[in-house]
C-alpha cells in the first residue's frame, strides 16, 4: 500500500513579501484564507497549481500561494 507521508516534496522559501503571504483553500486570490506563512518560511512544493499559483504544504496545511512570493533558494 502506499504511504504519502513519505513522499519528499522539493523545500521552497517564502520571497520577495514585506512580512508574510496568504495560503489559499483554492488557487485564486479570491479563494479563503487559511493562514498567512511568514517571510523566510519554508514550505513543501506540491505542484504548479495554474493562474499563477503553487499548490504546497505549510504547517500540516494543504493549500495554494502565488508562485512570485515562492522559491527554491
Do not use: W
Not at 512580512?19 to 486570490?29: E, Y
Not at 511568514?38 to 494543504?62: K, Q, R
Amino acid at each position: 500500500s502506499s504511504q504519502p507521508s513519505t513522499i519528499m516534496y522539493p523545500t521552497y522559501y517564502v520571497v520577495n513579501c514585506k512580512q508574510s503571504i496568504t495560503l489559499r483553500t483554492s488557487p485564486s486570490t479570491s479563494a479563503s484564507e487559511i493562514c498567512q506563512i511568514p517571510l523566510g518560511s519554508t514550505v513543501s512544493f506540491v505542484a504548479s497549481a495554474g493562474n499563477g499559483f503553487y499548490e504546497i504544504y505549510y504547517m500540516g496545511n494543504h493549500g495554494y500561494a502565488l508562485a512570485d512570493y515562492l522559491d527554491f533558494q
